[in-house]
């Protein structure tokens, strides 16, 4: 704890008193995907009207888009089959698709997510005879659920349940069961506020002035020194209440680049990495994926191997300094994520030639 000091005065006086020293001003950037493909496979369950059995497959391909944590727009392309039974001829057809407001009870970047949908679009009914056929007008509500992510990629599994009204030949109703898989692509940069600026507070007093001690936070992560359980951590990274790096995110190691076709540490980067070294024991049970990139010269399948070169350069830089190598997975990407696309000049190159320290656990 921090002990007060205080000394004596003569009189009555009013003194300023603050709470804390500044914390950092910089706010802190995280990266977020903030778009989706999903693939869902399903069950058709066609309106008695139809003259069917009632029964059919269906799928959707769906890519969704998230306007905030909560909200998205989806547009969602359809294809089912309805089955006459063997004694009525050919199976009915359906082409189609939607745009439908997404409205998730959770953040789905996060954990379990139930969320519900509503929507129209347009419907091609494809049946015997051909002279009937018709695009018509679709609506469709629905609720479903996707899960948290299940691997580093973020795959996730996604069900859900719809009812659509088909206004073909004065109206059906259908619903639809799918199942399947949903994964992120695309960024957007999260920015997170700087803590607040210090308080200054007032105190009127009688011969004595206390003044708490100094706010000391070596590593700059807003946790009091004394309180700091995982210290020297790296800047840059969200902490818990105890001082300890928060999974799933991801930081740029600014100044581990490399020359050109090169996956040789140079002096610059070494040092940065001493800097992570200690954070890393400071938090023993942390575990990382080092992820290294290119720029975008040459073929992919050579930038490919030479990015896994770079993230095992700096993977065994740690290694050596005393870091369980199985705290550390090293995964190249090549020129699939380009910093900078596309590159104007040998700096923008140079900072696509660059090292991301992705937090996967505690």
């Known amino acids: 704890m921090r002990k007060p000091f205080a000394f004596a005065v003569s009189a009555l006086a009013f003194s300023p008193v603050y709470a804390a020293d500044a914390l950092p001003a910089e706010a802190v950037q995280i990266d977020e995907a903030n778009q989706y493909f999903a693939v869902l496979p399903g069950y058709f369950g066609a309106d008695k009207d139809r003259g069917a059995t009632r029964r059919g497959i269906t799928g959707s391909g769906i890519y969704g888009y998230r306007l905030t944590p ?52 347009a419907v091609q009914n494809d049946v015997v005879p051909d002279s009937s056929d ?91 020194d004394s309180r700091d ?66 720029d975008s010269v040459g073929s992919a399948a050579v930038n490919l191997k030479l990015s896994q070169k770079r993230a095992e350069s700096v993977r065994s830089y740690l290694v050596g300094k005393g870091i369980d190598a199985a705290r550390l997975t090293a995964k190249g990407y090549g020129k699939s994520e380009l910093l900078i696309n596309p590159e104007k000049s040998d700096t923008d190159k140079e900072r696509n030639r660059r090292v991301v320290f992705r937090v996967l656990g505690k």
């Open 70 to 121: 909560h909200w998205g727009v989806e547009l969602n392309l359809t294809g089912s089959t309805i089955e006459t039974g063997s004694n009525r001829g050919t199976d009915f057809y359906q082409q189609g698709g939607t745009v439908d407001v997404v409205y998730g009870f959770k953040d789905r970047s996060q954990s379990w997510t139930p969320f519900v949908l509503l929507g129209i679009g």
């Open 134 to 224: 018709q695009v018509g007008f679709l609506a469709n509500v629905g609720a479903g659920v996707v899960s948290s992510p299940l691997t580093s990629l973020g795959f996730k599994l996604r069900g859900e349940g719809r009812y659509q009204r088909d206004e073909f030949q004065g109206g059906y109703n259908d619903y639809r069961l799918l199942a399947g898989i949903e994964f992120p692509f695309g960024k957007q940069t999260v920015t997170l506020p700087p803590p607040a600026a210090p308080v200054v507070e007032v105190r009127e007093v009688v011969k004595e002035v206390i003044v708490p001690a100094p706010f000391v936070d070596t590593d700059k992560d807003s946790i009091e």
């Open 229 to 294: 359980k995982c210290p020297d951590t790296p800047e840059g990274l969200k902490v818990d209440s105890d001082g300890c790096v928060i999974e799933g995110q991801s930081l740029e190691l600014r100044g581990v680049t490399f020359a050109f076709n090169q996956a040789v540490l140079q002096l610059n980067a070494q040092t940065v990495l001493d800097y992570v070294e200690k954070g890393m024991k400071g938090q023993p049970s942390m575990t990382v994926e080092i992820a290294g990139h290119t």
